[in-house]
Nanobody
Framework: VQLVESGGGLVQAGGSLRLSCAAS????????IGWFRQAPGKKREGVSF????????MYADSVKGRFTIVSDGAKNTVYLQMNNLKPEDTAVYYC???????????????????WGQGTQVTVSS
């Protein structure tokens, strides 16, 4: 199983970035993909989640209306489009995969079995 994030970088406040999470080694539609982030000195927090089989999504309140998560089954890749970025969005962003049952979308880190290496997002003010 492998999850590879890409797309992080340095951007000014108000700017945009698109993160990618390329998955391999498991049946994509059986899993949900979650994006989490961790800023220095802070706990890891869930940002956005998607069920790959039905595209059901969830967002943290702090990113609603600014971030969009999309799953591309043809490419086994999940994207996180981040618009109107704020300095408080600065963190290492991780994608993770967890078993998905269509009546429940996992949204806690302990519910995710496989993790990527992370990609740094820095938003300057």
């Amino acid at each position: 199983v492998q999850l590879v994030e890409s797309g992080g970088g340095l951007v000014q406040a108000g700017g945009s970035l698109r993160l990618s999470c390329a998955a391999s080694g498991f049946r994509f539609d059986d899993y949900a993909i979650g994006w989490f982030r961790q800023a220095p000195g802070k706990k890891r927090e869930g940002v956005s989640f998607i069920g790959n089989s039905d595209d059901y999504t969830m967002y943290a309140d702090s990113v609603k209306g600014r971030f969009t998560i999309v799953s591309d089954g043809a490419k086994n890749t999940v994207y996180l489009q981040m618009n109107n970025l704020k300095p408080e969005d600065t963190a290492v962003y991780y994608c993770a995969a967890g078993i998905y049952y269509s009546d429940y979308l996992p949204n806690a880190d302990y519910e995710y079995d496989y993790w990527g290496q992370g990609t740094q997002v820095t938003v300057s003010s």
